[in-house]
């Protein structure tokens, strides 16, 4: 089993809808989650980090994190062509971080 | 100034030859990182580093070596390269201090072809 699943997509929105992304990780010890977005052939750039069960909103960004369920989601409200790109979810487990696959997510104008 | 920086960007050699790949950092960062990244399996671990002293295995370390030089340079190397270690690398770095949300930073990749 994996540290950090992902559907791997593709994930198509129209523009100004909601796109919602998924991660599940397995170590229940996992101190911190993080969604990274990477544009195809650069680097990941942080968007969101969340430690604490709930939701944490920035901007048209919200992370949501259920412990209990080892689950944590990304949703984009407004969907913009400029954020197409792959969201990498990634959770650190105190000295190591697991990045999952990458989910792609198309937003078509 | 770029925080986190790597050299070549992009490097084409052939099997068997000896690949050095270096990061550099400004951030003042202790933990250091590499990574590939190939298509459809995402970011894997190779290597990372906690200070100078420190030097610790990840997921795919076999046919790499590494070396932390100071606190702000990191060096991956290839002994003998081989087609299937062709993908994109990436350093990267994370602050001991801010646990637990200590987000790494990227470097902007190092693209490998092994012909």
């Known amino acids: 089993q994996k540290e950090v699943e992902q559907n791997s997509g593709p994930l198509s929105v129209p523009e100004g809808a909601i796109a919602s992304l998924n991660c599940t990780y397995s170590d229940r010890g996992s101190q911190s989650f993080f969604w990274y977005r990477q544009y195809s052939g650069k680097s990941p750039e942080l968007i969101m980090f969340?430690?604490?069960?709930g939701d944490k909103e920035d901007g048209r960004f919200t992370a949501q994190l259920n412990k209990a369920s080892q689950y944590v989601s990304l949703l984009i409200r407004d969907s913009q062509p400029s954020d197409s790109a792959t969201y990498l979810c990634a959770v650190n487990t105190g000295n190591q971080f697991y990045f999952g696959t990458g989910t792609s997510l198309t937003v078509i104008p | 100034d770029a925080d986190v920086t790597q050299t070549p960007r992009n490097r084409i050699t052939k099997t068997g030859k000896r690949i050095m790949l270096e990061c550099s950092q400004t951030?003042?960062?202790?933990?250091m990182y590499w990574y590939r990244q190939d298509p459809g399996l995402g970011l894997r671990l190779i290597y990372y580093?906690?200070?100078?002293?420190?030097?610790n295995k990840g997921e795919i370390s076999d046919g790499y070596s590494v070396s932390r030089q100071a606190q702000a340079k990191f060096s991956l190397s290839l002994e003998s390269a081989i087609p299937n270690q062709t993908a994109l690398y990436f350093c990267?770095?994370?602050?001991?201090?801010?646990?637990?949300?200590?987000?790494?930073?990227f470097g902007p990749g190092t693209r490998l072809t092994v012909l």
């Open positions: 969340i430690y604490s069960n």
């Open positions: 990267a770095t994370s602050d001991l201090g801010s646990v637990p949300y200590n987000e790494q930073f």
């Open positions: 580093s906690f200070d100078v002293k420190d030097i």
């Open positions: 951030k003042g960062h202790d933990r």
